[in-house]
């Protein structure tokens, strides 16, 4: 099993910054592949960012492009999502979630693992 935490959110003013991080323990070496999903009031968990564990490779919705970005501490067993230039559109809940297999996606009943999610609120 993997364990997921997410850790970061926050209220933050439209233009703000914030950086979320999930540290995952567990079995840790079955992960290949993390993701950051968010799920706004009423909206279905939408995919945000994703990266390969070994490649570093990453990849966007087109949503967060050129805002937010995609990180890892290989050591740390750590993933981060810088997000710049937030806007109220931005505000839900975000996870972040692990998969097994290699290959970047961006579904997320592609990914085996969750975390509980930490809230990002967006003020204007």
């Known amino acids: 099993q993997v364990q997921l935490v997410e850790s970061g959110g926050g209220l933050v003013q439209a233009g703000g910054s914030l950086r979320l991080s999930c540290a995952a323990s567990g079995r840790t070496s079955s992960m290949y592949v993390m993701g950051w999903f968010r799920q706004a009031p009423g909206k279905e968990r939408e995919f945000a960012a994703t990266?390969?564990?070994?490649?570093?490779?990453?990849y966007y919705a087109d949503s967060v492009k050129g805002r937010f970005a995609i990180s890892r501490d290989n050591a740390k067993n750590t993933v981060y999502l810088q997000m710049n230039s937030l806007k109220p559109e931005d505000t839900a809940v975000y996870y972040c979630?692990?998969?097994?297999?290699?290959?970047?996606?961006?579904?997320?009943?592609?990914?085996?693992?969750w975390g509980q999610g930490t809230q990002v609120t967006v003020s204007s």
């Open positions: 979630a692990a998969r097994a297999g290699y290959v970047l996606k961006y579904a997320a009943r592609e990914y085996d693992y």
């Open positions: 990266i390969s564990w070994s490649t570093g490779s990453t």
